[in-house]
């Protein structure tokens, strides 16, 4: 088997969520816990792609359903390779396979967001094809 591989996860265990705690930590900067429960609903209504090394989760990415008057989309977030294991073409493989994912599902875009002094980040989406769309993006905290 390939040294590294991408598989959608399904199923939490205390390995799965120590190490996804252990890349939002690396993501906030600063030690985190997700509520599993919250977790168990993420995996359920999204697609949270894990790529691992052996059995470690080492990077993970979401792919979210968006059901729009305009068709069938899909939403890209928190893309997030451990520190440890960038520069392998992780990142890489992750987007690759959520891209393959959002054809074989028929979505009909992929959007995402990401602010500008993520320069790996962009630089990834750049080379696998994704065009900057002039928006602005608006939150609100509730
Ligand atoms: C973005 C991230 C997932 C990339 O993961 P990675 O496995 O290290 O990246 P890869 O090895 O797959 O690199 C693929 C491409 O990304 C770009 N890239 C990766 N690292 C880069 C760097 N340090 N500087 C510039 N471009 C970079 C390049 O285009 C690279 O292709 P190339 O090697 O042919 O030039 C990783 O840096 C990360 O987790 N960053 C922190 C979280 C984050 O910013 N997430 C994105 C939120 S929008």
């Known amino acids: ?3 590294f591989y991408v598989k959608r996860i399904t199923k939490i ?20 816990r997700i509520d599993p ?18 059995k470690n989760l080492v990077g993970i990415v979401t792919l979210i359903e968006m059901h729009k008057i305009s ?3 899909g939403s890209v977030e ?15 493989k ?3 396979y959520a891209i393959n994912l959002a054809k074989k599902l028929k979505m009909k875009d992929l959007y995402l967001t990401c602010e500008p002094r993520r320069i790996a980040a962009n630089a990834l989406y750049k080379k696998l094809g994704f065009e ?11």
């Open 13 to 32: 265990n205390k390995n799965i969520l120590g190490d996804i705690n252990g890349l939002l930590s690396q993501w906030y900067g600063k030690e985190y």
């Open 1 to 3: 088997m390939e040294k």
């Open 71 to 73: 068709g069938y989309k």
């Open 78 to 92: 928190h893309l997030m390779v451990d520190e440890k294991y960038r520069g392998q073409k992780l990142g890489e």
């Open 94 to 96: 992750l987007m690759v």
């Open 132 to 142: 900057k769309k002039e928006s602005r993006v608006y939150y609100k905290n509730l």
């Open 37 to 54: 429960r919250w977790l168990a609903q993420v995996i359920k209504n999204s697609y949270l792609l894990g790529v691992y090394d052996g």
